[in-house]
């Protein structure tokens, strides 16, 4: 099985950064998909933005030209910046990776979440 661990949440003002990190137990290198969903509260969870095949980045319509996303394949570990944060950013962030298993298929596994909280 693969752990996801994330870290670096926590309460900052409208207009500043943070950024977050996901410590993956196994080569990142492997997957064909992993990313960030959020869930606001009393909101259904929605993706952030990930990494897809060829290092492609997605991004959702609400962070584009704020966060980004990046990797470090030696330390296994995907980071999420966020920049210009703003009150509705507020929410459980996941962090989350598509890894192949040793039979050759593809699970998904999800981090225990972080909390983000944007103060206006």
């Known amino acids: 099985q693969v752990q996801l661990v994330e870290s670096g949440g926590g309460l900052v003002q409208a207009g500043g950064s943070l950024r977050l990190s996901c410590v993956a137990s196994r080569s990142i290198f492997s997957t064909n998909a992993m990313g960030w969903y959020r869930q606001p509260p009393g909101k259904q969870r929605e993706l952030v933005g990930n990494f897809a095949i060829g290092g492609r980045t997605n991004y959702a319509d609400s962070v584009k030209g704020r966060f980004t996303i990046s990797r470090d394949n030696g330390k296994n570990t995907v980071y999420l910046q966020m920049n210009s944060l703003k009150p509705e950013d507020t929410a459980v962030y996941y962090c989350?990776?598509?890894?192949?298993?040793?039979?050759?298929?593809?699970?998904?596994?999800w981090g225990q979440g972080t909390q983000v909280t944007v103060s206006s």
């Open positions: 989350y990776g598509n890894f192949q298993s040793t039979g050759g298929n593809f699970r998904l596994y």
